[in-house]
């Protein structure tokens, strides 16, 4: 990161168990949409419309399950999962501790927006912006807690610049068990 971002206002590292991010400005008035780092699958769901009436039901509930710890917790996060015929979908929401329930849930609302319009019945799918996180996957295996959503897809970094004038995003997804949800299950 201290390569790729030595003359940046702005750096962030993604990993699935933690997110390494610096600024010139308070996390909190980062605005909610921006930037973001999307990876979904190609491979889709049979009966799709199904398939989308049931993700978006879960995440709806995911979403409200997040935001409900932020009054009564340090971990602004949860899981959900739902049952799609002999399969199971894992979701996994989290924010940044530093910002509002509104804007958390806004964040996570906008971010399952971007699979709902490019990325329909896609089977799993992680979006990671610089205040919150939400991650499916569609699994016939019972996935080990904490849950490992790239276990089975294509890992490699990415770089790319950011949208507020100048800033480097290093996103990079490891295949490593998402150190706050381990934390909650202590």
């Not at 003359?7 to 980062?30: K, M, P, Q, R």
Request: glycine share 6%; proline share 3%; net charge neutral.
């Amino acid at each position: 990161m201290t390569s790729a971002c030595l003359s940046s206002v702005e750096g962030i590292v993604y990993y699935e168990e933690c997110t390494l991010h610096y600024a010139n400005l308070s996390f909190s008035t980062i605005k909610v949409e921006l930037p973001r780092f999307i990876q979904a699958s190609h491979e889709t769901a049979k009966l799709e419309i199904y398939f989308n009436r049931i993700l978006g039901d879960t995440v709806t509930d995911l979403i409200g399950n997040v935001t409900a710890e932020f009054p009564v917790s340090s971990r602004y996060f949860a899981t959900t999962t739902a049952k799609y015929g002999s399969e199971t979908i894992y979701t996994l929401g989290q924010c940044n501790p530093d910002i509002t329930s509104v804007n958390c849930s806004m964040c996570l609302r906008n971010g399952f927006s971007v699979f709902t319009t490019n990325y329909t019945s896609s089977i799993y799918g992680q979006m990671f912006s610089p205040i919150c996180r939400l991650s499916y996957v569609l699994s016939g295996d019972v996935l080990s807690r904490p849950w490992k959503f790239s276990r089975t897809f294509e890992q490699r970094p990415i770089f790319s610049t950011g949208t507020r004038g100048g800033s480097v995003i290093g996103a990079m997804i490891a295949s490593f068990a998402s150190v706050a949800l381990y934390l909650k299950l202590l």
